[in-house]
């Protein structure tokens, strides 16, 4: 059982986020009988509860089975007993627990669910780009939606995008629809002495394209000992003055490894966050974003979906989509094991 003190004494420390990550007394005796309420459905419903690293921390400490990226909640999607799956996220990470468990429900709590990246680009606008250019390999981010994923050959994650790259048979790869990260993409290969021609769309995240190397200058001055991290969603001229660069458990790895005491995460705010919770010896210097779309996941609304979805909280795919979908993750899932 949690009570209004022990989530308090939890959550209470996070000073990164502004209001959205702000956690009084008030706050935690509004979220501790929500919480406790979810934990005994989940039980009573067999549902299991995944949550991305963006979402809130009442969220991802307070009910979430899973919290990790957007590779690792897939495994988990793939691998789970429960007959029902809450994906607390953004809507392309739900729809792709349902390509792999299309017997399961899967239900989306978060209202609006978006994601700048999957909202760029349409499955129609893949099918014509593939008829201009027949001699490329599609690869897709994962954050796309499932009519995407049915037209292309492979989907990436932050956490393996460069090695399926590098690995996939052809030397012609159209990369959608993430544009900076595709010119992230373009110069590893280059660094690395792999030739191939690299074609990118032009979507970006709301939230990464805001950071620019101004702001890792400034920190530096202001915090010399400071490591500074960025996700490849963010522009080249903030990689290239990154000491890593990395998926967002990625990241996590990273930062537990350090030796250093202060960090700078170019990222979504609620990175920050959980590692502050999570290693409350380290300091976490600089700003963050907010997304908005992951921000939208509340305790209330999986109290609700929990207890009586609506037609719009329930993830539902076309079977023929869905078994195309299925062979571009499972693509991912041999590249990166293999
Ligand atoms: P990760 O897979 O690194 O968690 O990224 C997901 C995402 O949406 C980043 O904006
Ligand atoms: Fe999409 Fe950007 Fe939000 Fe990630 S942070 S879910 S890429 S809008």
Redesign the pocket.
């Known amino acids: 059982m949690v009570t209004a003190e022990s989530l308090y004494k939890k959550l209470g420390n996070i000073k990164i986020g502004g209001n959205v990550c702000k956690y009084t007394m008030e706050k935690c005796k509004e979220y501790a009988p929500l919480i406790n309420e979810i934990n005994e459905l989940k039980k009573e419903k067999n549902a299991v509860i995944l949550a ?3 979402v809130s921390p009442e969220v991802i400490h307070g009910v979430s089975d899973y919290s ?6 897939s495994k988990n999607a793939q691998g789970t007993d429960a007959e029902t799956i809450v994906f607390s ?2 809507r392309f ?1 739900a729809e792709t627990a349902k390509i792999l468990n299309p017997e399961k429900q899967v239900l989306i709590p978060s209202s609006p669910n978006g ?1 700048t ?1 999957a909202d760029a680009i349409s499955g129609e606008e893949v099918k014509r780009l593939k008829a201009e250019n027949p001699d490329f390999t599609f690869i897709c981010y ?2 796309t939606t499932a009519e995407v994923k049915a037209e292309c050959d492979v989907c990436v ?3 393996n995008v460069y090695k399926i790259a590098e690995n996939v048979p052809n030397d012609k790869i159209f990369f959608v629809p993430d544009k900076l990260m595709g010119l992230n993409l373009i110069e590893d290969l280059k660094a690395r002495g792999i030739n191939k021609t690299i074609k990118i769309h032009h979507g970006t ?1 709301y ?2 394209e805001k950071y620019d190397e101004d702001m890792i200058q400034y920190i530096r001055q202001q915090y010399p000992d400071a490591e500074v991290l960025s ?3 963010c522009n080249a001229g903030v990689l290239k003055h990154s000491d890593y660069v ?6 996590i790895n990273y930062v537990k490894a350090s030796t250093a005491n202060a960090f700078f995460l170019l ?2 705010c609620g ?1 920050s966050a959980r590692l502050q919770l999570e290693l409350p010896d380290k300091k976490f210097v600089g700003t963050c974003t907010l ?1 908005k779309y ?1 921000k939208a996941n509340t305790l209330e609304d999986i109290l609700r979906v929990l207890k009586a979805p609506e037609q719009k909280d329930i993830v539902e795919l076309d079977e023929e989509i869905r078994k195309r979908a299925l062979h571009c993750i499972s693509e991912m899932f041999r590249y990166t094991e293999g």
Not at 68 to 73: C, I, K, N, R, V
Request: hydrophobic residues 30%; glycine residues 6%.
């Open positions: 991305h690293s963006y990790g990226d957007s590779y690792e909640l996220a953004v990470m994601c990246l994962i954050n994650t932050s956490s995240c939230a990464h996700h490849p969603e990395g998926s967002t458990s990625q990241m990222t979504e990175l997304c992951m």
